[in-house]
T-cell receptor, first 115, second 113 residues
Framework: ETGVTQTPRHLVMGMTNKKSLKCEQHLGHNAMYWYKQSAKKPLELMFVYNFKEQTENNSVPSRFSPECPNSSHLFLHLHTLQPEDSALYLC??????????????FGPGTRLTVT | KNQVEQSPQSLIILEGKNCTLQCNYTVSPFSNLRWYKQDTGRGPVSLTIMTFSENTKSNGRYTATLDADTKQSSLHITASQLSDSASYICVVSEKGGGNKLTFGTGTQLKVEL
């Protein structure tokens, strides 16, 4: 298991529900990421946080709201989701941007189903 | 537009056999290329990372090659095991791109007895 944990592992929610996904990294990294992985599609970067500050938001709908209270914890708050939001949501962390050659470590993901 | 294309989409091989997975990319300027293994219901785990100057890198039974001129990479798996059954994802970073990674859709490998 990597040093990145995610809870819950599975989540089923209705379109009117509000829920939150949690990610914690035990690696002392400075950057944390949320990705969406849909079937037969490449991973899509959603949000990036560096030193608790959001540095990237890749045109993600406002029904997804991230929160990073400290460098070790990352949340994704969900509300009024659509069925097409059903996917595997992956959290990752790295010491510095992966484009500079730093390794990115992924959590096990939360399998989200929106009914 | 930066793209990463992987082939085949899926592959079934017998235990003990070798196989090679392909990755073609259009990302430019190039920084590095990674291969990840993703077991079902788990997050991706890094196998190798190669920069422009490296043309081969091994990790146990996994050997990745890179031809930066033709923008192609391959992942060779030797003496496959049942535990190699997974999705293998090729990821390319753009130079100066920071967090901009271009992911392939993966090759789904199944190793059977």
């Amino acid at each position: 298991e990597t040093g990145v944990t995610q809870t819950p592992r599975h989540l089923v929610m209705g379109m009117t529900n509000k829920k939150s996904l949690k990610c914690e990294q035990h690696l002392g990294h400075n950057a944390m990421y949320w990705y969406k992985q849909s079937a037969k599609k490449p991973l899509e970067l959603m949000f990036v946080y560096n030193f608790k500050e959001q540095t990237e938001n890749n045109s993600v709908p406002s029904r997804f709201s991230p929160e990073c209270p400290n460098s070790s914890h990352l949340f994704l708050h969900l509300h009024t989701l659509q069925p097409e939001d059903s996917a595997l949501y992956l959290c990752a962390s790295s010491q510095a941007p992966p484009g500079q050659g730093y390794e990115q470590y992924f959590g096990p993901g939360t399998r989200l189903t929106v009914t | 537009k930066n793209q990463v294309e992987q082939s085949p989409q899926s592959l079934i091989i017998l235990e003990g056999k070798n196989c090679t997975l392909q990755c073609n990319y259009t990302v430019s300027p190039f920084s590095n290329l990674r291969w990840y293994k993703q077991d079902t219901g788990r997050g991706p785990v890094s196998l190798t990372i190669m920069t422009f100057s490296e043309n081969t890198k091994s990790n146990g039974r996994y050997t990745a090659t890179l031809d930066a001129d033709t923008k192609q990479s391959s992942l060779h798996i030797t003496a496959s095991q049942l535990s190699d059954s997974a999705s293998y994802i090729c990821v390319v970073s753009e130079k100066g791109g920071g967090n901009k990674l271009t992911f392939g859709t993966g090759t789904q490998l199944k190793v059977e007895l």
